[in-house]
Structure formats: structure tokens, C-alpha cells
């Protein structure tokens, strides 16, 4: 059990210097670890232009510029009798290339002079590159200019802060004109597609009347004014504005939106031949009792009463159509001592004596006559209708119904006269003419006449 124990410390102690931590090796003779040199004894401990410095327990590399003098570390900075949180610390150095540091600074040499003892512990005191600052945590931070107020920007221009330095520049809007922030005429150089107010620093587009910006804030569009419904009837948009345009029958009024009824009547007082009646886009025909509209929508035909059976006319009377009206005829009665010859005529016998100086017949006819009727007009025609040889003819109006001389007898032939009728006349009215035709025969010493009873229905209206 001794034995044992014996060999396993004999192993321990005689073991190739292996019970030394890393970095020491065994003194046989002084029986102690003592520190190995690497510097000598590693091939290319330190890369580059790095200097190898030997530590107890480990060593450092460091530029080769920034070496003054070994020494050893602090206690307190050895770890396990080596530092090798230092060894291969090549960023602290490479970093100087890009001309400052960022998240893991490397101390400055120390001031010319006295050389600091305690190397390479980072001095506090030492300072970081142009730019920056020494913060309390060893590390160099960056100078923000702007807030410090330590830039060189003059009033115009604004200040930007950069990693270890700053610039000068003009806002939006602005451009550097002899070292000045001016601002751009932005409506100078077309920015706006209508309308361009510059502002300083900035512009606005606006657009004429009838267009709206797009909502990229320079170009405009057309307004469809339609969509709103502005005309009282049709709409048409166009480029900048809008046209109304109205209904047949209607005018755009002045406001160039609403739509006014025309009143047609006003326009001719021959559009209607007898009444016009202004309707909401159009206009209507009226026409007297007694006459219906024509298909064409504006003249008035007599309706025929004693056709279309609308009349009050007894079985026993005859029906007589005029313009206008209508009248129901009675049945024919001849006053003794005429005696009846015909439905329409009346006969005084020869042979009666009550029959001298009496005209031999009379014929009843009706006619009618439109109000108004241009003069002179041929309106009726009589004829003998026997004739004598020998004998002459003479045609005359007889009796009343023409005081007024609006007519007279005009012979067309031997045989035959026309009634013109003279001067215009004016209906309502009913006119009986006594239209007489003197037969002369002087060879046998004949005189007789007969009579045609003309009754004229003069209507109230010239249609
Ligand atoms: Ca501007
Ligand atoms: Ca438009
Ligand atoms: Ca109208
Ligand atoms: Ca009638």
C-alpha cells in the first residue's frame, strides 16, 4: 500500500515536466515550473510585422512600433498563468487600415518621453483619433458634431454626423449655390404639368378649373363632370370642362346647365291652325267643338256629324253637315199655294191663278262657306235646264239676305250665271239667297221666272 503510494508521487514528480500548466515547463533541478520562452522557442509566434513580447505563463503580440519594453503582467491579469486573451488579438490592429476604429479600439502608444513601466496595460488617459472621444469604458466613441455645435455648417445648411466626422448639406429642396443652400424654382424646370407655385424649399401643382392633381402631386387630369349630374338632360364631358346639351323641345338656359321648355307657340302663330297649347317640351293643337285634330297635329277638320251619326236629327228631318256644325233640315213644306214637286222644290201650278207673277219653282239648296274666305270666289252655279227657242235668261238676287252686297250674280253663258261672292264674310251665320232666273221670250210673249232659295252656312272659323 506504501509502495503504492511512493510510486504513484514518484510518477507525478518524474513525469516530463507535464504536472506544469500550459505555458511552464518542469525544473528538475530547481523542482519548480518555470516559464517557457515562447518567443524563442514557438517558430513565428507573432504574425506580420507583430513583435513577439514573452509573458510568464504565455507572451503577446503587439506592433511591432508600439513595444517599449517587456514586462511582466499584473497578478490580477494572469489567468492560469498565461494571457491569452491578448495573444491573437489581431483586429485590435487591423482595424487602423480603414482610418478608425469601431467596436474594439486599440490603445495609442503612450506620449514620447519616459516610457510607461507597466506596458501593455491600455492607458486611460491616451487619446482616440480625431472624431472621436474616450468613453468610460475604454472604448472611442463618436463625436456627434450636431449636437455638440462643433461643426462648421453655416446657417443654410444642416448638419449630418458621420462615424468620426460630419457633413454639411442642403435639405430637400435646396441646392449648394456658392457654398449657400438656395432653394430650387422647382416650376422653372417644368416639375408641375399646369399650374406651379415655387415655396421655399418646396413647390405645389395645382390645376386649371375642370382638372383635378393626381396623386403624384404634379400631373392633372381631366374632371368627368358628368359623374355628378349637372345637366338638367344629357351631359358630354370634354377636356376641361363639359358641355349640357337638352331634350327636343327644350333650350339650354344661360346658366348653361338647366334645360327651359321652348314655347313652340310663340314661334308662329301658323303652327296651329287654330290653338296652341304650350306643353313641357312640346306644344299641342286644339281645335274648336265641331272639328277634330288632323292626323297631321295641327289642322282642324270639320267632323262630319250627320256621318258619324253624333247629331240630334229626327228620323223625319235631313241631316246638313257644315263646317263647324251641322244643322237638321226639316221636312220640305211649300206654302200654299206652292205645292210640293220634289223632296227639295216647290211648284206654283200654271194654271192657278193665285200662280201669276209667282215664280213657276222654288229649289231649295244649302250650302256652306268658310269664314273669311278670300274674295272674289265663284261659290254657285246656275243653269237653265230647259232651254226655248227664242228665248233669254236673266239671273238676278232676289229679295233679302244680301244688304250687305257681299254678292252678285255673274252670267256665264245664255244659259248659265255663277253667284260670286264679293266682299269677305264673317260667321257665325246663316244666309238664304233668293237666286232667280228670269226667262224672256219675246217671240211668244213669255216671261216667267224661277228661284233657287240658297241657304248658306257661313261658319265661325275661316277652316
Ligand atoms: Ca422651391
Ligand atoms: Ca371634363
Ligand atoms: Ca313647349
Ligand atoms: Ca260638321
Known sequence: MLTVLVLA??????????????????????????????????????????????QNGGYLCIPRGLYSQ???????????GRVPAIVEREPAYSDTSRGYPEAEPYPLPPPPGPVAPSYPIVSRSAPCILGYTLSEDGTCNDIDECVTDSHQCNPTQVCINTAGGYTCSCTEGYWLVGGQCQDIDECRYGY???????????????????FTLNPDSRTCQDVDECADEPCSHGCFN?????????????????????????????????????????????????????????????????INECETGNNTCTTAQVCFNFQGGYTCL???KCDPPYIELSDNQCMCSSENPACR???????????DLSSGR??????????????????????????PGNEGREFYMRQTSNVSATLVLSRPIKGPRVLVLDLEMVTVNNVINFR???IIRLTIYVSEYPF
Open 9 to 54: 508521487l514518484c510518477c507525478i514528480h518524474s513525469g516530463n515536466g507535464q504536472t506544469c500548466t500550459e505555458g511552464f515547463a518542469y525544473d528538475r533541478r530547481a523542482r519548480v515550473c518555470v516559464d517557457i520562452d515562447e518567443c524563442r522557442t514557438v517558430p513565428d509566434a507573432c504574425r506580420g510585422d507583430m513583435q513577439c513580447v514573452n
Open 70 to 80: 517587456p514586462t511582466y503582467p499584473r497578478a490580477g491579469e494572469r489567468a492560469g
Open 192 to 210: 408641375c404639368q399646369q399650374l406651379c407655385a415655387n415655396v421655399p424649399g418646396s413647390y405645389s401643382c395645382s390645376c386649371n378649373p375642370g
Open 238 to 302: 370634354t377636356y376641361g370642362s363639359y358641355m349640357c346639351n337638352c331634350d327636343e323641345g327644350f333650350e339650354l338656359a344661360s346658366d348653361g346647365t338647366t334645360c327651359n321648355d321652348l314655347n313652340e307657340c310663340g314661334f308662329s302663330e301658323f303652327l296651329c291652325q287654330h290653338r296652341c297649347v304650350n306643353t313641357p317640351g312640346s306644344f299641342q293643337c286644339h281645335c274648336p267643338g265641331g272639328y277634330y285634330l288632323y292626323e297631321d297635329g295641327r289642322s282642324c277638320e270639320d
Open 330 to 332: 226639316d221636312q220640305l
Open 357 to 367: 207673277d209667282r215664280p213657276f219653282t222654288i229649289l231649295y239648296r244649302h250650302m
Open 374 to 399: 278670300s274674295v272674289p270666289a265663284d261659290i254657285f252655279q246656275m243653269q237653265a235646264t230647259t232651254r226655248y227657242p227664242g228665248a233669254f235668261y236673266i239671273f238676278q238676287i232676289k229679295g
Open 448 to 450: 216667267g221666272s224661277s
